[in-house]
């Protein structure tokens, strides 16, 4: 007698319910990976113990994916010494910038040598 393979006993499962849901979660689990760029993992759980009468088995399952995290967000600010944070160093004198306009008059009289 040979081994039947055990994908026939899965779609047993829940009257082929638990091998649908394996097939979806396991679309939803490569969808994230190639969208995050990690690993994630599909585990299917099979308990499989013995039945009250005669040699029947109760078999039963359960599908985890666990799915790559999300990219924190984050942002580079400074401590003020009131404990605040803010988004300009504190510690750092501010510069009086302005923004250059025209030629100054009698730019066109500069000679170059």
Request: aromatic share 2%; charged share 25%; proline share 4%.
């Amino acid at each position: 007698m040979s081994t039947r393979p055990i994908s026939d006993t899965l779609r047993h499962i829940g009257g082929g319910v638990f091998i649908d849901m394996a097939s979806e979660k396991m679309s939803e689990l490569v969808t994230a990976v190639a969208d995050r760029g990690k690993s994630g993992t599909l585990t299917l759980q099979i308990t499989v113990k013995k039945a009250s009468r005669g040699g029947a088995m109760n078999v039963t399952g359960k599908v985890t994916v666990k799915k790559p995290a999300e990219e924190l967000m984050e942002a580079l600010l400074f401590a003020t010494p009131e404990g605040n944070l803010v988004a300009d160093d504190p510690h750092q004198h501010k510069l009086d910038l302005k923004i250059a306009g025209d030629k100054p008059a009698g730019a066109d009289q500069l000679k170059t040598a």
